[in-house]
């Protein structure tokens, strides 16, 4: 019998699109184990990026999701419950965690002590810093680092094949799902004068910006599937300092980080302390001369690049997903048996 996991994340403009990404990036390893999969999202945005033909996808009001929640646990009885949310509220997480019965419940991103107190297992591959640790403490699992981040496997490919060219010719702008602070139109006017360089802009699927730049070297795309292909292609990202950083550090790709929020910063302060990035800060208080002068230094300097190229390699392997994957396939195999045992 399939098991059943029900998965509930909520993205958007202000909360971004990361933990929607990323779930639906864990979906199809755990579908491909033969699961049934079912999502609960918070916006019609992200029941079209969660689309797919092989589970369901409910859309839920915040305000009654608890209850729709709560219906759908009694009914399909789930193995597992995943809760990707940002800030999760901690009453809606101890009720659930009361009404789950059985079936295990995992965190992902998650700090909170009375959070994660709740929690079977957590996953904390951005907030678990760089290195990897697992611990048990209290009950919960914990799953700490960079090893556990859920990338795409494409991008672990392209890591095996990405060379820093002697070059600078292409950068690649990805500043998010949503970028609620609007910094890919200030990346984009800062490099206007950058005729050498072509420039591919990249919004996402949640992004309010729509304006075109009339200029021969500058080329926007609103969403797509293929960035870790463009990014594969890039001499010089920039980026946001949420799981683009990972992706563009992960293949090795030269970057620089606007961040959009306070967390990101932290993230992007400890890649560049490594040597792993260039990071301006916050990017609503960057100045564009600034991003301009940090992108001709990188472009004129093939030795620049490839240092940051070979710092930022070893820090991400780009096997995450499949050992998160692994992580809960085992965690429902031994909810099974002690169901069984009972």
């Known amino acids: 019998m399939n098991k059943k996991i029900m998965i509930v994340v909520y993205g958007g403009f202000l909360r971004g699109m990361g933990h929607v990404v990323r779930m639906k990036r864990l979906a199809k390893e755990l579908l491909q184990e033969g699961n049934d999969l079912y999502f609960y999202t918070n916006d019609q945005i992200c029941v079209e990026m969660l689309s797919h033909p092989e589970w369901y996808v409910h859309m839920v009001h915040e305000s009654n999701a608890l209850l729709q929640v709560q219906q759908d646990i009694k009914k399909l009885k789930p193995d597992l419950l995943v809760i990707d949310v940002l800030d999760c509220d901690l009453q809606f997480l101890q009720t659930i965690k009361d009404s789950c019965g059985s079936a295990r419940l995992v965190l992902f991103e998650e700090k909170r002590e009375e959070a994660c107190q709740l929690a079977d297992?957590?996953?904390?591959?951005?907030?678990?810093?760089?290195?990897?640790?697992?611990?048990?403490?209290?009950?919960?699992?914990?799953?700490?680092?960079?090893?556990?981040?859920?990338?795409?496997?494409?991008?672990?490919?392209?890591?095996?094949?990405?060379?820093?060219?002697?070059?600078?010719?292409?950068?690649?702008?990805?500043?998010?799902?949503?970028?609620?602070?609007?910094?890919?139109?200030?990346?984009?006017?800062?490099?206007?004068?950058?005729?050498?360089?072509?420039?591919?802009?990249?919004?996402?699927?949640?992004?309010?910006?729509?304006?075109?730049?009339?200029?021969?070297?500058?080329?926007?795309?609103?969403?797509?599937?293929?960035?870790?292909?463009?990014?594969?292609?890039?001499?010089?990202?920039?980026?946001?300092?949420?799981?683009?950083?990972?992706?563009?550090?992960?293949?090795?790709?030269?970057?620089?980080?606007?961040?959009?929020?306070?967390?990101?910063?932290?993230?992007?302060?400890?890649?560049?302390?490594?040597?792993?990035?260039?990071?301006?800060?916050?990017?609503?208080?960057?100045?564009?001369?600034?991003?301009?002068?940090?992108?001709?230094?990188?472009?004129?300097?093939?030795f620049l690049r490839r240092s940051i190229h070979l710092n930022g390699r070893s820090l991400i392997d780009g096997k995450g997903i499949e050992r998160v994957k692994n992580i809960l396939i085992h965690l429902m195999n031994s909810h099974q048996k002690e169901h069984k045992d009972v």
Do not use: W
């Open 121 to 302: 297992t957590v996953i904390n591959g951005i907030y678990g810093g760089l290195d990897g640790k697992h611990e048990q403490l209290n009950g919960t699992a914990y799953y700490h680092g960079t090893p556990y981040l859920l990338l795409d496997h494409e991008f672990k490919r392209f890591k095996d094949t990405y060379e820093v060219r002697k070059e600078c010719k292409k950068v690649v702008i990805s500043l998010g799902g949503s970028d609620p602070c609007g910094l890919l139109s200030k990346a984009v006017s800062a490099l206007l004068q950058t005729n050498h360089l072509d420039i591919l802009a990249v919004a996402g699927k949640a992004s309010h910006i729509k304006e075109q730049v009339e200029a021969e070297h500058i080329q926007f795309i609103q969403h797509t599937d293929q960035l870790p292909v463009l990014l594969s292609e890039a001499d010089v990202a920039i980026v946001a300092g949420g799981m683009t950083l990972y992706e563009v550090i992960c293949i090795g790709v030269p970057s620089i980080v606007l961040s959009q929020v306070d967390h990101q910063a932290v993230t992007a302060s400890m890649f560049a302390q490594k040597g792993a990035c260039f990071h301006l800060g916050l990017g609503d208080l960057v100045e564009e001369k600034d991003l301009l002068q940090a992108v001709q230094k990188l472009s004129d300097s093939y």
